[in-house]
């Protein structure tokens, strides 16, 4: 699928300019928090093999960090990131991820992270950006932002997972609306249409996607990440209503995973901590 995304992409017209070497991924960790960010500014972060393996990595690197509770993920000048990168194609590269090419576009349209993955799109995230924003579990916007999918302008479609996301996210008739069209979206109708989270001014964007991102890192990391799962597993599910409870597709995933939570010390750990009128002591 990233193939595809990418040579797909490929056909919308862009060429960047030649940059001088730098990280194309800078990593941080602070207060459990990972920042992420896209760091090819003059490409404007556009995805090449070297910024979807840095990316593809970092975020696998933020999974296993025990320290880490919550990752943000970024872009560095006017863009947040805008999709594939045409000139690296043009020349016939690959711009999958080096050695894990499954994990998709941009080594994260197929990558399953088990902890909150916050987008802070700063700027310009149309394509490729988009489809890399829609797999973040929230999506923070600065004001300056812009959406879209615009593929079916050039004959393509959004191949790295915008067409499975997008209408998973927002209202069916507003998807095809917006991946029919082509056109692109603002900020402020991406926030009506239930697409973004928060849209705040640009020079608040950082602090905004951190003070999110705190609320969640406050709370058991364990119950955290099986509370993100059950809800990617229960979204393909069946009914909510079981006619013999406890026996169906979304019963069985809730009770599987209620399993794992009520069976690790930090269920205990909670109410204890409220009983005694304290912050709690997660054990991870």
């Known amino acids: 699928m990233a193939l595809v995304a990418a040579v797909g992409l490929a056909k919308l017209g862009v060429v960047h ?3 001088p070497m730098t990280q194309p991924v800078l990593y941080d960790v602070s207060d459990h928090i990972a920042l992420l960010t896209l760091n090819r500014p003059e490409a404007m972060n556009a995805v090449n093999a ?3 393996t840095a990316l593809g990595e970092a975020l696998d690197r ?7 509770r919550v990752i943000i993920v970024t872009g560095t000048g006017k863009a947040f990131c805008a999709g594939a990168d ?6 016939g590269e690959d711009i999958s991820v080096r050695g894990n090419p499954q994990w998709g576009f941009g080594g994260y349209a197929e990558h399953w992270i088990n902890k909150p993955v916050i987008a802070a799109v700063n700027g310009f995230a149309m394509g490729g950006g988009t489809e890399l924003a829609l797999a973040c579990d929230l999506i923070v916007a600065s004001a300056e932002a812009k959406f879209g999918l615009p593929e079916v302008k050039r004959g393509l479609i959004a191949a790295a ?13 507003r998807a095809l609306e917006l991946a029919l069209t ?3 979206l603002d900020p402020e109708t991406a926030l009506e249409w239930g697409l973004v989270n928060k849209v705040v001014p640009a020079e608040q964007l950082l602090d905004e996607a951190r003070a999110l991102a705190a609320q969640i890192a406050a709370n058991a990391p364990t119950a955290v990440r099986m509370t ?3 809800l990617h597993e229960a979204a393909g599910a069946n009914s909510d209503w079981d006619p013999e409870w406890g026996t169906g597709d979304a019963w069985k995933l809730n009770n599987d995973r209620t399993m794992e939570v009520f069976g690790h010390p930090d269920a205990i750990e909670g109410p204890m901590a409220f009983a005694e009128k304290r ?3 997660w054990a991870d």
């Open 17 to 19: 300019q030649d940059e």
């Open 50 to 52: 070297d910024l979807a």
């Open 62 to 68: 933020a999974d296993h960090d025990p320290s880490v």
């Open 86 to 91: 045409l000139k690296a194609i043009a020349k």
């Open 161 to 173: 997972g915008g067409l499975i996301r997008i209408q998973r996210q927002i209202p069916m008739k």
């Open 182 to 184: 082509g056109a692109s």
């Open 228 to 230: 993100k799962r059950l």
């Open 279 to 281: 912050e709690p002591r």
